[in-house]
T-cell receptor, first 109, second 117 residues
Framework: QKEVEQDPGPLSVPEGAIVSLNCTYS??????FMWYRQYSRKGPELLMY????GNKEDGRFTAQVDKSSKYISLFIRDSQPSDSATYLC?????????FGTGTRLQVFP | DGGITQSPKYLFRKEGQNVTLSCEQN?????MYWYRQDPGQGLRLIYY???????QKGDIAEGYSVSREKKESFPLTVTSAQKNPTAFYLC????????????????FGEGSRLTVL
């Protein structure tokens, strides 16, 4: 079993839709969780990180962690064509970050 | 502007040749990382360095080598021993390794795409 699992998509939605991106993880000891956005042919950039359970909001983006089910989510409200990218979740064990495979999102006008 | 600069953006190599990918940062970060990205596999850690003159193997270090002689520079050599080197290579840095792990605040370069002919 992979330590972090993520549906690769692609996910295609109309502009203005609410998008839900999800990951599951295997190790209940994981405490820190991150979401990165990666545009085509570019390096990833950190969108948000959360510690332990709960929600964190930043503008149109909300990150949610459910430690009881080992489930992490990123919600995008009022999605825009500029949100079209690959979204990677990540967490860390003792000495390295562990990334999901990424979900490709396409927001069409 | 502060950031990470990777070069070259695209590189073609014949089988049996070593190639070196450059990574330079002017962020004054202590920690630097090399990742490999393949379709459907996410980012996999090759090597990382927490401080000058020190580095550790990641999950897929076989066939790769690095050096960290200067704080700003962390070049990656893909050797002929790497069986499947065609991939997208990403360099990243963080202010220090602990911060990078806990906050995920890694700054990535734009990547180098290596193709073996």
């Amino acid at each position: 079993q992979k330590e972090v699992e993520q549906d690769p998509g692609p996910l295609s939605v109309p502009e203005g839709a609410i998008v839900s991106l999800n990951c599951t993880y295997s190790n209940s000891a994981f405490q820190y969780f991150m979401w990165y956005r990666q545009y085509s042919r570019k390096g990833p950039e950190l969108l948000m990180y959360t510690y332990s359970s709960g929600n964190k909001e930043d503008g149109r983006f909300t990150a949610q962690v459910d430690k009881s089910s080992k489930y992490i989510s990123l919600f995008i409200r009022d999605s825009q064509p500029s949100d079209s990218a690959t979204y990677l979740c990540a967490t860390h064990n003792t000495d390295k970050l562990i990334f999901g495979t990424g979900t490709r999102l396409q927001v069409f006008p | 502007d502060g950031g990470i600069t990777q070069s070259p953006k695209y590189l073609f190599r014949k089988e049996g040749q070593n190639v070196t990918l450059s990574c330079e940062q002017n962020l004054n970060h202590d920690a630097m990382y090399w990742y490999r990205q393949d379709p459907g596999q996410g980012l996999r850690l090759i090597y990382y360095s927490q401080i000058v003159n020190d580095f550790q193997k990641g999950d897929i270090a076989e066939g790769y080598s690095v050096s960290r002689e200067k704080k700003e520079s962390f070049p990656l050599t893909v050797t002929s021993a790497q069986k499947n080197p065609t991939a997208f290579y990403l360099c990243a840095s963080s202010i220090d390794h602990f911060t990078g792990l806990n906050t995920g605040e890694l700054f990535f370069g734009e990547g180098s795409r290596l193709t073996v002919l």
